[in-house]
């Protein structure tokens, strides 16, 4: 009898032992980041019958992509949680981005999941095969993971940037947000969004290192400047990036369409108000919704983008209020909608609000948006 126990607990030992190397193994394995390669439909599918196709994105659906990093991992397209309201029919949504804890039993990753705040089985993990992962998810569907491609530091630098978006037909939020590296933050929800009305917030040296890791992966000196579906009833997302306070690029994208990176950085980004504390702070509700706007000089226009207009729109807020007696050079059109503006003047340094109640206001935003930011190349000659 004594043999048996013995032999028992040598075996079972011996079992543990293999097993926490065989994890061991397993976590080196996935060490770093990954990207998804293909999706197999039918858990039928051999490893032998997955073959490795280009990635491209999708204008639907955010790419997969997965960052281990030793005990931690970093999902790219966010977790996200929705809610439904069965009194007000109202659904919505809880998002997070970073790192959380995950752990492997055998070959089954479990993650602890931020919203639900429970470990929570995700997947079983094939590193069989180099430079690969075959993760098998509960539904029986397969996803192929290959290495992501390292990339050259983009010489092209900037120390704030500014995301907006448009809205499209429905419920799409429309937002803007405006992130330094200094971690200051700054909220404007305008409708479809938690967080209605201007708001700032700070986030950590260690948040704000990975948002703009985030941000340098799109490589912004490579990339277009506009982005573009087939479709209508879209949002635009427009993003603007900074320098010491002057734009050095804005690239827009109707219907998500554009790179992997660009569409990595929205999820780390756009939804930022749910995960860090935000202050209400007073704005001038009479200079509102300036929305679809552009200069119009010497028959020329120069059509800005939400996040750019976004930008004016805060130095508006800040802006000192001055004797309204200056030579104008541009005339300031646009969506008022919803607004008490009648008609804005300016030679881009001072701004004189002409209100439909009557009122005339001329601000002085301390610098000149106009000159600082774009040049004639900017306009368009009108037909």
């Not at 799109?218 to 009833?233: E, L, N």
Request: include cysteine.
């Amino acid at each position: 009898m004594k043999n048996s126990i013995l032999i028992f607990c040598s075996a079972l030992l011996l079992w543990n032992c293999t097993e926490s190397k065989q994890q061991i193994s397993l976590q080196n394995k996935i060490q770093g980041t990954w990207i998804y390669a293909r999706y197999a439909e039918s858990e039928k599918k051999k490893d032998t019958d997955l073959i490795i196709e280009s990635v491209k994105p999708s204008i639907f659906r955010i790419p997969i992509g997965i960052n281990f990093q030793e005990n931690k991992l970093e999902y790219f397209r966010q977790f996200i949680e929705y809610n439904f309201d069965t009194i007000t029919g109202k659904r919505s949504y809880n998002t997070f981005v970073g790192f959380v804890p995950y752990q492997l039993k055998t070959d089954s990753l479990f993650v602890q999941h931020p919203l639900q705040q429970k470990l929570v089985f995700k997947c079983t993990i094939d590193a069989s095969l180099k430079d690969t992962l075959i993760l098998k998810r509960k539904d029986g569907t397969y996803l192929r993971l290959v290495p992501l491609e390292k990339k050259e530091k983009d010489p092209l630098y900037f120390d704030q940037v500014v995301l907006s978006r448009s809205g499209c037909f429905g419920r799409c939020p429309i937002m803007n947000i405006s992130i330094k590296r200094d971690g200051s933050v700054t909220y404007y929800g305008e409708k479809f969004t938690n967080n209605i009305g201007l708001y700032k917030g700070k986030i950590s040296p260690e948040f704000t290192k990975y948002i703009f890791k985030k941000l340098e992966d799109i490589q912004i000196s490579k990339v277009k400047t506009s982005y573009s579906v087939g479709h209508t009833d879209d949002e635009t997302v427009s993003s603007t990036f900074l320098n010491n306070g002057t734009i050095v690029k804005t690239i827009s994208d109707y219907g998500q369409a554009g790179t992997k990176e660009l569409l990595w950085a929205y999820c780390a980004t756009l939804n930022l108000d749910q995960q860090i504390q935000l202050a209400a702070i007073p704005f001038n509700e009479k200079i509102s919704n300036l929305d679809l706007i552009y200069f119009e000089k010497d028959n020329k226009r120069l059509f800005l983008s939400k996040s750019e207009t976004f930008l004016l729109w805060k130095a508006l807020q800040s802006a000192t209020i001055i004797p309204s007696d200056f030579e104008k050079k541009y005339v300031f059109h646009g969506g008022y909608f919803n607004s008490d503006i009648k008609r804005i003047e300016s030679n881009g340094h001072l701004y004189t609000i002409y209100l439909k109640n009557g009122h005339i206001t001329t601000y002085d935003i301390g610098y000149n948006f106009m000159e600082d930011n774009f040049s004639e190349a900017d306009f368009r000659t009108l037909n």
